[in-house]
């Protein structure tokens, strides 16, 4: 036989034994399959294996929630349990996103009500959530297990009310950092005295006092609780009371750690803490008061994630606290603790992959202090596996970063932001652009990059011509002309997400990247020279995108504020609010 | 890099005069671009970055402030002499003039940064003149979510040098007032009290910006009494001029030595050393009110 002959039976042989391959068994291994690009990419494979795909999947991530509709989605995937929804553009955080944008849960709940029954877990963020929605979600899915609200709004604490209420399988409450009208504490207390399951309880960022003997007596009978976040208006002496009924935490965060204490009230919440030998992750810790800090010293000896943002350390106290950190890989502070406070970081954590640096006072740029470049120095010094850094500071060298990024060559995830916009390497007066392009060049597993300082069209050549595998790229004040934003779409392969505000990149540069869009979840431009004709061609030429228009009070007609830009299966939405033009 | 800016700048200052009273160029300004781009918004961009100072002085009591096409003509109102106290952020490119003047819209298409007042005192727009005790930030910047921010304003670290904040203070033996230069990063305290005149004060300033060295050239006006009439801090390294200024208690920015030493001590509330290119419209004035003094 000829070769071609040859190949062409053996590929009907192969064929003729995929196709009697059984389906449980596909499905059973496909089940083990956790990653949903994995599955993705296995949905591509065949039919079949599209089908065995679909129906062992268990769990949904959504990175858009206009990306698909939730019929789209049930129709799909019969049997979900689990769901990750994601909605406003990140902008959102900033403000620079309308009140009613959308992203509102509730038709997708109406959805899973009538085709996931037996929901169980719930991870939203961005979304816009009610209290309706919220009382919805805890009476129609009986079996519910797991909330998890992080950057959302639109709801209060009678929402959690509900979810305490109702949800007798409950093991997880975890919200974060949301724009939630705390009405008050009364939610914690309508856990019926029968529920037991919850192992996470996070409410560290709700302000109201709670009952604290509800909150006592709820975690004494929680045995498998393993992740409790309180807020401020836990007291220390509260602290320590909890504490003593779940030893077994393995993430704790405190209350307000500032309290007076007597030595013996002291004393006992130092024994108390050492006995939770299995934590973790240590947060909280509101204003901190520099002499208790020793307390934690006996429980720190195998945390790996230590966050100390909402505690304003001095560089002494952080320095002390470390040493008894050895294990840290994460670490995150606010820049009272200066660079001297960093030089310790380098010199006590040498496990250390992840540094976030948040600013104290970020509106007062009179401040003497904070962090500079000589602190971000140290720490790379010290600590060779840094992968993920964020960075707020008010002066950078391209330098710096250069021997930053030669000491760790690993980054993922770089997030720098110099707070002032269009700052210059201080020492040189030059732009920043060497800084960044030592970052592409070097670090070439860099999957997210958010940039700052004076940047001309330089940085964006680089990044477009080195960043193989960014996903991300944030940018804001920088790039001088179409140019920039124009190397950055026909580079970066791997673009999935570009949000852009401020700079000067008009209707050349959005165009483009025609094509790039539809293999990127979106696109965020606000603040630059992009105008209505522009999106509006791009919105004929490229119908599978939604695009979408904010406009600002008073702006000129023909300018296009902010844009939105995504691709969608579901076609254009129909719940924008009258301030958001869909092209 | 610096120089060529510089010269460009100092160009465009020399063709459009009017631009160049108490008009600013922004901290990242780049203004060869300016006028090769073909929408005239760029101008506006760069502008953004020194949204900060700038813009503060056309905010209309509060809210959100934002460009129309309209609005960009007669720059006047628009801006005033640079804030005293903020900091460049060591940016240098700021301190020459860009011969753009305000917000002038040429194509009449603009961007809209959005400006918003997050300090309770409120400059009202137009006014020209300066002593705004509240500062214009631009929306969303720097990136912290709102739960973060809120949480700091309402419970803000406590720091050692509680001090920071507060202006000259009066009685227990100290006068304290801030010094911020152009183009350095950090701001500096001295304590006026400590001095007996310009001379001391103008040399502890050339320790404390000890990258730059101080000259004294020629005097302003005859004057009888202790003055220092011109003290200009020579920047060797960038090649401009500086001159030390200061606010007074009306609010209003003076050239350093105009008046006898002990009645500045009276009145200055805080110093800047500033390009004297931007300083040109401050000696009319100084010498005026000096007269209405005097």
Not at chain 2, 163 to 175: H, I, T, V
Request: charged content about 25%.
């Amino acid at each position: 036989m000829g070769s071609s002959e040859l190949k062409r039976s053996k590929d009907s042989v192969e064929s003729a034994r995929w196709s009697s391959f059984p389906d449980e068994v596909l499905e059973r291994v496909l089940s083990l399959l956790k990653s949903h690009r994995d599955r993705s990419s296995v949905s591509l494979v065949c039919k079949d294996w599209y089908n065995a795909e679909r129906w062992s999947r268990t769990h949904v991530f959504i990175g858009n929630c206009y990306s698909v509709s939730p019929e789209i989605v049930a129709r799909r995937f019969p049997r979900i349990r689990s769901v990750t929804l994601k909605g406003k553009p990140r902008f959102s955080d900033f403000n620079l996103v309308p009140e009613n944008w959308g992203a509102d849960i509730h038709a997708w709940l109406v959805v899973f009500a009538a085709k996931y029954p037996f929901l169980e877990e719930l991870r939203l963020k961005r979304m816009a959530i009610s209290d309706e929605s919220l009382e919805f979600l805890a009476i129609s899915f009986p079996n519910f297990k797991a909330l998890s609200l992080l950057s959302c709004d639109g709801f209060s604490t009678n929402g959690l009310a509900a979810i305490a209420t109702h949800c007798k399988n409950l093991t997880e409450l975890d919200i974060q950092e949301n724009g939630i009208d705390d009405k008050g504490g009364s939610w914690l207390s309508c856990f019926p005295e029968s529920f037991t399951s919850l192992e996470v309880l996070n409410f560290a960022n709700l302000t109201s006092d709670i009952n604290f003997d509800a909150l006592e007596k709820l975690v004494g009978r929680c045995k498998s609780m393993r992740v409790l976040k309180l807020n401020r208006s836990v007291s220390l002496e509260q602290l320590q009371r909890l504490l003593v009924s779940a030893p077994q935490l393995a993430e704790l965060g405190t209350g307000s750690f500032s309290q007076e204490l007597t030595i013996r009230e002291y004393e006992e919440l130092e024994s108390t803490l050492s006995i939770c030998k299995n934590m973790h992750t240590l947060s909280g810790l509101w204003d901190a008061k520099g002499i208790y800090l020793p307390a934690l010293y006996p429980a720190c000896s195998h945390l790996t994630f230590l966050n100390l943002s909402y505690a304003a350390l001095q560089s002494v106290e952080l320095a002390k606290l470390l040493a008894h950190c050895p294990r840290l890989k994460r670490l995150w502070v606010l820049d009272t603790v200066e660079d001297k406070g960093l030089e310790a970081v380098g010199l006590n954590c040498p496990l250390l992959e992840e540094l976030r640096v948040f600013p104290a006072d970020p509106f007062d740029d009179e401040i003497v202090h904070g962090v500079t470049e000589a602190g971000f120095v140290a720490v790379s010094f010290g600590c060779p596996r840094l992968h993920y850094v964020l960075y707020f500071c008010r002066q950078m060298t391209n330098a710096a970063v250069a021997t930053i990024v030669q000491n760790c060559p690993d980054f993922t995830h770089f997030r720098l932001c110099i707070m002032n916009p269009g700052q210059p390497d201080y020492l040189t007066n030059e732009p920043m652009d060497e800084a960044f392009g030592a970052v592409v060049k070097t670090c070439t597993k860099l999957q997210r990059l958010s940039v700052s300082g004076l940047l001309t069209d330089l940085t964006f050549e680089y990044i477009g011509r080195y960043a193989k595998n960014l996903e991300t790229l944030s940018v804001a004040f920088a790039g001088r002309s179409d140019w920039g934003m124009q190397c950055v779409l026909g580079g970066c392969p791997k673009l999935r997400k570009l949000e852009i505000r401020d700079c000067p990149f008009g209707n050349a540069a959005l165009l483009s990247g025609l094509e790039k869009y539809e293999s990127m979840r979106s696109l965020w431009m606000s603040a630059c020279n992009v105008t209505m004709n522009g999106c509006r061609l791009l919105a004929r030429e490229m119908p599978r995108l939604n695009v979408e228009v904010m406009k600002e009070d008073g702006s000129d007609e023909s300018q296009a504020d902010k844009v939105y830009v995504y691709r969608s299966i579901a076609g254009p939405r129909r719940d924008a609010p009258p301030s958001v033009l869909t092209l | 890099m610096e120089k060529s800016y510089d010269d460009t700048n100092t160009e465009k200052s020399g063709l459009r005069l009017k631009d160049t009273e108490l008009r600013l160029g922004l901290p990242g300004s780049e203004s060869p671009e300016r006028e090769e781009h073909d929408q005239n918004v760029l101008s506006l961009k760069s502008f953004v970055s020194g949204a900060k100072r700038g813009f503060s002085d056309a905010l209309d009591g509060g809210g959100k402030w934002v460009f129309s096409g309209g609005s960009g003509g007669g720059s006047e109102g628009l801006f005033s002499p640079r804030r005293g106290g903020n900091n460049n952020g060591g940016n240098d490119l700021s301190g020459s003039d860009s011969g753009l003047g305000g917000p002038v819209l040429k194509d009449g298409v603009a961007p809209k940064p959005l400006v918003v007042q997050e300090k309770k005192s409120q400059v009202a727009a137009g006014n020209g003149n300066t002593a705004p005790a509240s500062k214009a930030q631009v929306v969303g910047w720097p990136p912290i979510r709102s739960f973060r921010k809120n949480t700091m304003a309402s419970h803000p670290p406590k720091n050692d040098n509680d001090d920071d904040n507060a202006e000259a203070k009066f009685g227990s033996g100290c006068l304290y007032v801030k010094v911020s230069m152009d183009g350095a990063p950090y701001l500096r305290k001295v304590d006026l009290k400590i001095y007996g005149g310009y001379k001391e004060l103008s040399s502890a300033l050339e320790k404390m910006f000890s990258c730059f060295t101080i000259g004294q050239c020629g005097s302003h006006g005859v004057s009888s009494r202790d003055v220092l009439s011109e003290s200009r801090l020579i920047d060797l390294l960038h090649g401009s001029e500086y001159v030390l200024t200061y606010e007074d208690k009306d609010g209003d920015w003076m050239l350093v030595g105009d008046v006898p030493w002990e009645m500045f001590t009276n009145c200055c509330k805080r110093l800047r050393i500033m390009k004297s290119t931007e300083a040109i419209g401050l000696a009319p004035r100084a010498m005026e009110k000096c007269k209405t003094r005097t």
